[in-house]
């Protein structure tokens, strides 16, 4: 039996990831468009210059998830599937999935696809790929491991900084009075997600204040000398590395790794924006 882990790529996986023997890993891409411009967030993407492209042509940008004919060519590689997709509040990513595992298993009533919504995205979507491997990799069921990926995606928590909100309003995803506020007081926010939606928790000035806040909300939420943590980043590796250093100085347990944002999230993270994920 063959496994596969689908993850669409506002995961931000497409550096890959080591698999178990008999397990692949295959990236579902999302879209961003732009008048006559149109960019799928795959590997070959170059996210920088789509991203200066996008913002000098002045036409409005939208996205779009994968279709449902795109999960289900990939979920016919395999006689086993978890899909993990971006929060089901936020794209219809996760609903097309949905109608992919049923045309599929209409197809194919021997497979086994499970669809997982990380009601998150990025380096939460990361460290659910990764307990699939796990569990995989120690012979679980497949309803088992389903299982423990749930409880473990409970386990989690997700925070991010941005400092323009522009493309969460244009998306839909931000309130557009917090988001003109929260710009012209000129300060950062820390948001998290709430059941799957964007909820601002905080509204800092400065870096220094805002790595502060951010870190005494990651200490107050779990042992982080226990935790793996992705910091995503959004054309910022400097505040990325000094959020590390200063989580490191109060949990030296900590595993960190530090990736920058693909296409999609670096659209709506924005220049200079970091997803913290553990």
């Known amino acids: 039996m063959n496994f ?6 506002s995961g931000d996986l497409h550096g890959g990831m080591h698999c178990a023997p008999g397990v692949s890993l295959s990236i579902v891409p999302l879209t961003l468009h732009a008048g006559d411009l149109s ?29 449902p004919e795109a999960w289900a060519s990939v979920f016919r590689e395999a006689d086993c599937t978890f899909a993990i997709t971006i929060s089901s509040e936020l794209s219809g990513s996760y609903r097309a999935a949905v109608i992919a595992r049923d045309l599929v298993m209409d197809e194919f009533p021997d497979k086994k696809i499970a669809i997982i919504n990380s009601r998150a995205t990025s380096g939460q979507m990361i460290l659910l790929a990764h307990k699939v491997n796990e569990l995989i990799a120690q012979g679980l069921p ?12 409970q386990s989690l928590h997700i925070y991010f900084t941005l ?11 931000m309130p557009k009075l917090m988001g003109t506020l929260v710009k012209k007081l000129g300060m950062r926010i820390i948001g998290t997600a709430d059941q799957g939606r964007i909820k601002v928790v905080h509204k800092c000035r400065g870096e220094r204040s805002t790595l502060m806040t951010l870190l005494d909300d990651m200490k107050r939420s779990c042992d982080l000398n226990e935790r793996h943590v992705y910091i995503t980043h959004c054309r910022n590796p400097k505040l990325a590395l000094t959020l590390q250093n200063l989580i490191l100085a109060e949990a030296p347990g900590a595993k960190i790794t530090i990736l920058p944002t693909h296409g999609i999230t670096s659209y709506y993270a924005e220049e200079q924006g970091i997803i913290i994920c553990y």
């Open 4 to 9: 596969k882990i689908a993850v669409d790529s």
């Open 39 to 67: 960019y799928v967030d795959d590997a070959a993407l170059d996210v920088h210059a789509a991203l200066d492209a996008l913002q000098a042509s002045g036409a409005a940008v939208s996205t779009s998830c994968p279709s």
């Open 142 to 153: 497949f309803e088992q491991i389903i299982h423990q990926v749930e409880d473990y995606n």
């Open 163 to 173: 400092c323009s909100f522009d493309n969460l309003v244009k998306g839909g995803r």
